[in-house]
C-alpha cells in the first residue's frame, strides 16, 4: 500500500526536521512551475535537505518505502525533468547544498556543491583569476548539479565543451543512499568504467550528485564580439569554417540568428538600439577570447579575410562592454521574443555542422507545406550544429488552434529532416518526460537495452526520478 502525502511528510521531517519539509501544495509553486508550464502535476512534498548526510538518510528512507525521488537544482530544465509525472514523488532540492569547497587556479580546479548557482560558480572562479566557461540564458538560477545532470552546453561549448567535457569527478548519494566518492581531479584515469560521465547527463535518473570537481580556466583578458551580416546559412558556414581556421579554440561563440528575431525584438522594445550595421537576412555572433599577453585584433584581421572573399556583407564589432552586452541580449532574448508573437512550437536538435543548412531549408519548407505561413526562427549554436529550430504561428493565427492542430504534427516533420540528416532530437536539453516516446522510437535499441540495464543495476526500486528519459521503472 503506498504512503499517503501526509505520511511521506511526516517521516521526512522526522528525518530531516520540519524546516526542510514542505508539505503545502501552494508553498510548493516554486518548485512546480517549470520554464515551459507544461507539466502540471503536483508532488507529495519537497525536501531542502541540510547536508550531504541529511539527503543520504532521505535516499535510504525512500528507498526502503520505494517512494520516488525528484532531484532538482534550480528548476529550469526545459522538457519537464526536474518536475512531477505521476504526482506521488518528493522533490529533493539541492538549493541548501550550496557552497564551494575549494578552488585550485594552479591545478585548474574548483570544487562545487550541487546547489551552487552557476552564476555563483563563475563569480567565484573569477575572484580568483580564472574562470568557469559553461554560459547559459539560465545562470542566475540554474545550479551546478542541475546543470551537469542535464549535460547542458550553451554558448561556450565551441571553445570548452558541454558540461561532461568540463566535469573531472562527481560526488553522489546512490538509490540506496551509499555515498559515491568521485571527486577526483586526475587528467589521466584509466582504472575501468567512468562512472562520472555516466552520472554527468543522466538527469538524476541514476544517483543524486552533492558535488562536483569542475574544470576551470584563466579569465581572459578581454572578448572580442562582432554582429556580422551573412546572406544565407551556407555562407555563415563558410565564415564559421574561415573563422575557425584563423582563430582556432580562441573561437569561443559562432551564434546564428535569424532577421526575423531582430523584427521581433524591435515590435516588442526588447533592444534599446538595434544592434546590427545593416539589414540582413542573417546574422552571426562571433566572439573570440583574448588572452593575457596577446595583441587585440584577431577578430576583426579574421572579419577582414571573410569580406575579402564576400563571404560577410557588413559587420559591427563591438567599442564598449555596453555593446557587447547588447548584441549578446538580442542573441539571449531570441527565445523570450517570440512568446510575444503567439504561440510557438520548438525543437532543440543537432545534426552535423555541415548539415545545418539543409536542415534549416528543409525543416522550413516542410513546415511551410505542413502550416503555410507558418514563420521559421531558427537560432542557436551554429558552431555546434545545434540549432533551436522554433516556429512562431502564422501572423493573426489563434494561437490554441495552432498548437492543437500542429504541434505533433510539425514536430514529426521536423524529427525526421533531422534523423535522415543524421542528427539528434535532443541536442543540449535533454529527454525528461517531454521526450520519453521519442527516445523510445528513435533510440538504437541496444542502447536502449544498455541504458535500461544501467538504470536496473544502479536503482533496482525504480525510486530517482521515475519514469524520466527511460519511462521504464525496474520491477
Ligand atoms: C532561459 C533558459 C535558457 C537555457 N539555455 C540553455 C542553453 O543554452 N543550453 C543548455 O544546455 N540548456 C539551457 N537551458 C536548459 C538547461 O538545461 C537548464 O537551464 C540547466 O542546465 C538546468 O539546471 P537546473 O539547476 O535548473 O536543473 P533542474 O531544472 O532543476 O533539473 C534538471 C535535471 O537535472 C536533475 N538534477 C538537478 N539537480 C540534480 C542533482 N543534484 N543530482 C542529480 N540530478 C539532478 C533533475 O532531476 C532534472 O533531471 C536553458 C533554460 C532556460 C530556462
Redesign the pocket.
Known amino acids: 500500500m503506498p504512503l499517503s502525502s501526509a505520511e511521506i511528510a511526516s517521516a521526512l521531517a522526522t528525518i530531516v526536521g520540519a524546516d526542510a519539509v514542505v508539505s503545502d501544495t501552494a508553498k510548493m509553486g516554486a518548485y512546480l512551475n517549470e520554464?515551459r508550464k507544461r507539466f502540471h502535476k503536483t508532488a507529495a512534498a519537497v525536501v531542502t535537505p541540510p547536508s550531504v548526510e541529511a539527503l543520504q538518510a532521505v535516499v535510504r528512507w525512500a528507498n526502503e518505502n520505494h517512494v520516488g525521488l525528484?532531484?532538482?537544482?534550480?528548476?529550469?530544465?526545459?522538457v519537464g525533468?526536474?518536475v512531477p509525472l505521476f504526482g506521488t514523488e518528493v522533490i529533493v532540492s539541492?538549493a541548501r547544498l550550496d557552497r564551494i569547497r575549494s578552488i585550485d587556479t594552479a591545478a585548474g580546479v574548483m570544487t562545487a556543491e550541487?546547489g551552487v548557482i552557476l552564476e555563483n560558480a563563475h563569480r567565484a572562479a573569477e575572484a580568483e583569476g580564472a574562470m568557469f566557461p559553461l554560459w547559459?540564458?539560465?545562470q542566475g538560477?540554474?545550479?551546478i548539479?542541475?546543470?551537469l545532470?542535464?549535460n547542458?552546453?550553451?554558448?561556450n561549448v565551441l571553445a570548452y565543451g558541454n558540461a561532461r567535457e568540463l566535469t573531472m569527478g562527481v560526488e553522489?548519494v546512490l538509490a540506496d543512499g551509499r555515498l559515491y566518492q568521485g571527486l577526483n581531479a586526475l587528467k589521466k584515469d584509466n582504472t575501468g568504467y567512468d562512472l562520472k560521465d555516466l552520472l554527468v547527463g543522466?538527469?538524476?535518473t541514476l544517483?543524486?550528485?552533492?558535488a562536483a570537481t569542475l574544470k576551470i580556466f584563466p579569465l581572459p583578458e578581454d572578448h572580442e564580439t562582432a554582429l556580422v551580416n551573412v546572406a544565407s546559412p551556407e555562407a555563415a558556414l563558410d565564415v564559421f569554417q574561415l573563422m575557425r581556421q584563423r582563430l582556432s579554440s580562441r573561437l569561443n561563440a559562432f551564434e546564428l540568428i535569424p532577421h526575423i528575431g531582430l523584427d521581433f525584438q524591435l515590435r516588442h522594445g526588447m533592444l534599446d538600439a538595434d544592434p546590427t550595421a545593416s539589414p540582413s537576412p542573417w546574422y552571426a555572433l562571433i566572439e573570440v577570447t583574448r588572452m593575457a599577453g596577446t595583441e587585440p585584433g584577431a577578430l576583426q584581421s579574421a572579419l577582414e579575410a571573410t569580406f575579402e572573399k564576400s563571404l560577410i556583407s557588413d559587420a559591427v564589432i563591438a567599442e564598449s562592454l555596453a555593446d557587447r552586452t547588447r548584441m549578446w541580449a538580442f542573441r539571449e532574448q531570441m527565445?523570450e521574443c517570440q512568446s510575444k508573437e503567439g504561440a510557438s512550437i520548438k525543437h532543440d536538435v543537432s545534426v552535423p555542422i555541415a548539415a545545418v543548412p539543409a536542415l534549416i531549408s528543409e525543416g522550413s519548407a516542410a513546415a511551410e507545406r505542413l502550416s503555410p505561413g507558418i514563420r521559421p526562427v531558427p537560432f542557436g549554436h551554429m558552431g555546434d550544429g545545434n540549432i533551436h529550430f522554433n516556429f512562431s504561428q502564422p501572423a493573426g493565427a489563434d494561437p490554441k488552434a495552432f498548437m492543437s492542430q500542429y504541434d505533433e504534427a510539425l514536430h514529426e516533420v521536423i524529427y525526421d529532416v533531422v534523423l535522415k540528416l543524421g542528427g539528434s532530437v535532443s541536442a543540449?536539453?535533454?529527454i525528461?518526460q517531454l521526450k520519453t516516446d521519442l527516445l523510445k522510437q528513435v533510440k538504437d535499441p541496444v542502447a536502449l537495452e544498455m541504458m535500461r540495464a544501467i538504470k536496473t543495476a544502479l536503482d533496482p526500486n525504480g525510486i530517482l526520478?521515475p519514469g524520466?528519459m527511460l519511462g521504464f521503472e525496474p520491477s
Open positions: 520554464p525528484i532531484p532538482q537544482g534550480g528548476n529550469t530544465g526545459l525533468a526536474q539541492l550541487a547559459l540564458a539560465s538560477s540554474a545550479r548539479g542541475g546543470v545532470s542535464s547542458a552546453g550553451g554558448v553522489a543522466a538527469e538524476g544517483g543524486i550528485i552533492t527565445s543540449e536539453h535533454g525528461g526520478n524520466k
